[in-house]
């Protein structure tokens, strides 16, 4: 008999009739001998009706209550699931994260997990129910409700299936698995069948959203293969794609896929002493206020002084910004500017560590379409440029096309 923790997000149980037919899913599993834990999303758009109402009484308000209100969504599916899963003659029960004792830190709207207590979940498997647990969601070690950052019903599946060392972790989506890039973007992208969960990671970090990043490090760091797969196909044999290690993938791509990211800000300041700790003195303050930042750039000095510019999440702008103007103030900074309309444009792929030129190629492309990079940063497996947001579809779609993407055969 297996562990299965499936996933269904926010399109797969959009309304009722999509919630009976992840229950009609679910019990098919069921009747194949296997545990069944689910993992629930909000149904599609509810998380974004809920912060319009959090924006419409108090945008800046305490982080806390806004978590209360976010987490709401999820609550509601697994509740309506298990009902559901009862009419049809199957038990049920559902957990929010609370419930479920999904203990995180007190980073509310984009908390980690640190510890699952499965006591109570392995016992309604045992009793023979399907588990039905909220999404995104967990409590800290006050009882605060906590939330894991947009798409985080992914991380609670990933964790839940490593916790009870689940055979498989299913995350059903609106498409049949992990692209090339994102097909609403590029109608020509192609179905990747396997990938290295490192090039997911890749993937994920800079910015395609089919996984949630802390989904993929989860899995990446204890090993749990995920299958991605589709929950409008009619069986169970459609296309799927599985992300697992990276060495029971036969064949090595240069280029695996572009992702992109337009929920980008970029941060200068300029005219700071160029002296030992003014990194630290620019960058300690903004990750004290835990907000991530992701490219960092900083020129060659000249004069005694220097310009720092960084890249970090649109929606944590303001703050960062506010934050920068004070350490500008403490450091005599001559100005500091912020821009809100770029985006993050990147191809990924595990071969490239064995091939020269891919960026020269990737630069090429770019420029032939009179494209300005504005930022460029590379690891051993992805290299990433900063355009301007008007760019964007018109970037991804000239990289995937100059790599041949909508072309692969795996
Ligand atoms: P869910 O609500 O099920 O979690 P998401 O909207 O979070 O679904 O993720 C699925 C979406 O991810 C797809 O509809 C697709 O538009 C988008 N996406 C982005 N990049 C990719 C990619 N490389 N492959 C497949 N889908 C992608
Ligand atoms: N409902 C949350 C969101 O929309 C979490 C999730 O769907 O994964 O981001
Ligand atoms: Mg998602």
Same mark, same amino acid.
């Given at each position: ?124 498997? !045992?009793?023979?129910?399907? @588990?039905? &647990?909220? #999404? ?5 070690? =006050?009882?605060?409700? +906590?939330?894991? %950052? ?97 060495? !029971?993938?036969?064949?090595? @791509?240069? &280029?695996? #896929? ?5 929920? =980008?800000?970029?941060? +200068?300041?300029? %005219? ?139």
């Amino acid at each position: 008999m297996a562990l299965i923790v499936q996933k269904y997000g926010g399109t797969s149980v959009g309304s009722p009739e999509r919630i009976q037919e992840v229950a009609k899913r679910v019990i098919r599993w069921r009747e194949r001998g296997n545990d069944v834990v689910v993992v629930l999303s909000a149904m599609s758009g509810e998380t974004n009706r809920l912060l319009g109402l959090i924006n419409a009484l108090n945008p800046e308000g305490a982080a806390r209550e806004k978590d209360v209100v976010l987490s709401t969504g999820e609550q509601v599916t697994i509740g309506l699931l298990s009902l559901c899963l009862e009419s049809m003659g199957c038990a049920a029960k559902s957990y929010t994260g609370q419930q479920a004792r999904l203990i995180t830190d007190s980073a509310h709207s984009k908390a980690r997990i640190r510890q699952i207590d499965d006591t109570k979940i392995r016992a309604d498997l !045992d009793a023979g129910k399907v @588990v039905v &647990v909220a #999404g995104f969601q967990g409590v800290d070690a =006050e009882g605060n409700i +906590t939330t894991l %950052g947009r798409g985080g019903s992914d991380t609670t599946a990933v964790a839940l299936a490593v916790a009870l060392k689940a055979d498989e972790c299913q995350i059903y989506t609106d498409v049949d698995g992990v692209y090339t890039t994102d097909p609403r973007v590029v109608s020509d992208a192609s179905h990747i069948p396997k990938l290295a969960l490192e090039e997911m990671l890749e993937m994920a970090s800079q910015g395609s959203k089919v996984l949630q990043i802390r989904a993929v490090e989860f899995a990446y760091k204890y090993d749990m293969p995920i299958r991605v797969l589709s929950s409008f196909d009619d069986g169970d044999n459609g296309k799927s794609t599985l992300v697992t290690r990276e060495e !029971d993938i036969m064949e090595e @791509v240069m &280029v695996r #896929g572009v992702a992109f990211n337009r929920d =980008e800000a970029q941060l +200068t300041i300029k %005219g700071v002493p160029d002296t030992p700790g003014v990194a630290f003195d620019i960058l300690g303050p903004i990750s004290d206020a835990n907000i991530e930042v992701d490219m960092i750039l900083q020129n060659v000095g000249t004069d005694g002084t220097t310009d720092f510019t960084f890249t970090i999440n649109r929606g944590d702008y303001a703050e960062a910004m506010r934050i920068l103007q004070a350490t500008g103030d403490k450091l005599g900074a001559s100005e500091c500017k912020g821009d809100e309309r770029i985006a993050k444009v990147s191809i990924v792929g595990g071969g490239m560590r064995s091939h020269a030129g891919v960026a020269s190629q990737m630069f090429k492309a770019l420029s032939k379409e009179a494209i300005n990079i504005r930022m460029i940063s590379t690891s051993e497996i992805k290299i990433s440029v900063v355009v301007d947001e008007k760019y964007l579809e018109l970037a991804v779609r000239t990289l995937h096309e100059a790599f041949k993407l909508n072309e692969t055969t795996a």
